[in-house]
């Protein structure tokens, strides 16, 4: 039998949060909360603030993505189908989805994204990569 307190002696039970956002783009920011290069294992977890007005930009992952919408709220276009998401509400994109996300409103969108270690996105020309606020 494992010892649970021999488990434990590897993992970093608190990660700090960045003072500031880890990557930036023209309309939006995202800060790496919980990746394998900051210490989990199996799930990477980040922030994003997207500002309003920025077009979504339509890709897909290749495993489940989930997004918590913080503040602001979203229009999401999954699959074809448009919806909105308000503060408290969770998308979950399933993979292989074709979706996108943008701010709805004048407000900027703040979103908590949620995806298993090693999933990566898919842009539209089929280029392949793992987002670098992941990594």
């Not at 002696?9 to 995202?30: G, S």
């Not at 495993?63 to 709220?73: D, K, N, S, T, Y």
Request: aromatic content about 4%; hydrophobic content about 45%; overall charge negative.
């Amino acid at each position: 039998m494992v010892n649970r307190v021999d488990q434990l002696e590897d993992a970093v039970p608190v990660i700090p949060t960045p003072t500031a956002p880890t990557h930036q783009l023209p309309h939006a920011a995202f800060t790496a909360l919980a990746t394998p290069a900051r210490g989990s294992r199996e799930t990477s977890v980040w922030r994003a603030v997207i500002a309003p007005g920025t077009p979504g930009v339509p890709h897909q992952v290749t495993r489940e993505e989930i997004f918590i919408v913080l503040g602001g709220a979203a229009r999401v276009v999954l699959a074809d189908v448009a919806s909105t998401a308000a503060v408290g509400d969770a998308i979950v994109v399933p993979p292989e989805t074709r979706f996108q996300i943008e701010a709805a409103g004048a407000a900027p969108l703040e979103l908590m994204c949620c995806m298993p270690v090693g999933g990566q996105a898919r842009t539209a020309d089929g280029q392949v990569f793992t987002p670098p606020w992941a990594q």
